[in-house]
């Protein structure tokens, strides 16, 4: 792993739901299989009450419905 240096977050994550666009860089959770863990994930699609979400850039196929909120969650059987 690499060294962080500073200790500072190296992504610039967008925490509001109301500001959210396709592209934007999230920390999203999946409390049922990982408690409070942090994902990184990038926005594929923005609706009004749900966002589309990919963990890995390089595989836009493996993508996760979770929550409009400023760490969306991804619910059972999203995964």
Avoid: W
């Avoid at 500072?8 to 592209?23: E, H, L, Q, R, Y």
């Avoid at 942090?38 to 594929?44: A, E, I, K, S």
């Avoid at 390089?58 to 996760?64: G, I, L, T």
């Amino acid at each position: 792993m690499q060294s962080m240096g500073d200790g500072a977050c190296p992504f610039d994550f967008n925490m509001d739901p109301a500001t959210f666009k396709v592209g934007d860089t999230v920390s999203y959770r999946v409390p049922d299989q990982f408690q409070d863990f942090p994902f990184v994930g990038v926005l594929l699609e923005v609706h009004d009450d749900y966002v589309i979400l990919a963990s890995d850039p390089d595989n836009p196929d493996e993508r996760y419905r979770a929550s409009r909120a400023p760490r969306p969650i991804v619910g059972p059987g999203q995964l």
